[in-house]
């Protein structure tokens, strides 16, 4: 699930994650996300900071705070550089944007796990 209000950054990410192992549900609405994800229970989130109404780090809060979308791993992806009190949040790694193909898959495979034999 990638939660980021700029439908640029969403395409992005859809492209980034075409062919592999992922799929890319996008949502911009940040509120609609936190539904979206007790609905259809994603592997990872990658959280923007930076959304319009609710803001990123409103949305890891109640992501970390909900029982049922506690232990699903947070990428926090932003250009804003807070990578130490995003791990602190609660997120369980942190891109800074731009961000490349390579480096989403690589922290997407490490929190995931392997790709089943």
């Not at 990638?2 to 799929?23: E, H, K, M, P, W």
């Not at 790694?93 to 790709?115: C, H, I, M, T």
Request: charged residues 25%; contains cysteine.
């Amino acid at each position: 699930l990638v939660i980021d209000d700029n439908s640029d950054t969403l395409r992005l990410f859809q492209r980034c994650l075409a062919g592999t192992r992922y799929a890319c549900m996008g949502i911009g609405d940040p509120e609609q996300a936190l539904a979206l994800a007790l609905k259809r229970p994603p592997r990872a989130v990658v959280l923007d900071l930076m959304l319009s109404g609710t803001d990123g780090w409103e949305v890891l809060a109640r992501l970390r705070e909900h029982p049922r979308l506690r232990d699903i791993p947070i990428v926090v992806c932003s250009i804003i550089p807070q990578e130490e009190l995003a791990l602190a949040s609660g997120a369980a790694a942190f891109l800074r944007k731009p961000v490349s193909r390579l480096a989403l898959l690589d922290v997407l495979d490490r929190l995931v796990g392997p790709a089943a034999p």
